[in-house]
């Protein structure tokens, strides 16, 4: 399903660089390694005082209800989109990027990615 099948923390198989990601029982903690830079985006906005604790868990908690209110399958994938609408919305409020802002930025990085040739590091847009 993701990029760390259940494998033993010390199978040479898994990327060194993701190794920090596999739980204690050997199994991938997260499913992308961006899933758990979303929520240490989260995690660091919060420290910053962007925004509370409890806002970020209303904000995620409300994205949830809308997933599951439009029968959106009930899995990691779903959860971790969840956690980036959450985010795109708390930032968007908090902060003075907009959604323009976010969507241009992504779209520089799907350009960025569409044009690097394969096997070679994606710049920064």
Not at 24 to 48: C, H, I, P, S, Y
Not at 99 to 115: M, R
Request: negative net charge; glycine residues 4%.
């Amino acid at each position: 399903m993701g990029i760390l099948p259940e494998l033993n923390t010390m199978n040479e198989s898994v990327d060194s660089s993701l190794k920090p990601l596999l739980a204690m029982d050997g199994k991938a903690a997260f499913d992308e390694a961006w899933q758990a830079e979303a929520l240490a985006l989260a995690d660091t906005l919060v420290r910053n005082g962007v925004f509370s604790a409890s806002t970020w868990s209303a904000a995620l908690g409300e994205t949830l209800t809308t997933a599951e209110l439009s029968k959106a399958e009930d899995t990691q994938e779903t959860y971790y989109r969840c956690v980036l609408s959450a985010l795109e919305q708390l930032i968007t409020t908090h902060t003075n990027i907009s959604s323009i802002d976010i969507k241009d930025k992504h779209q520089s990085w799907v350009d960025a990615y569409l044009s690097t040739p394969h096997g070679q590091p994606i710049k920064a847009p």
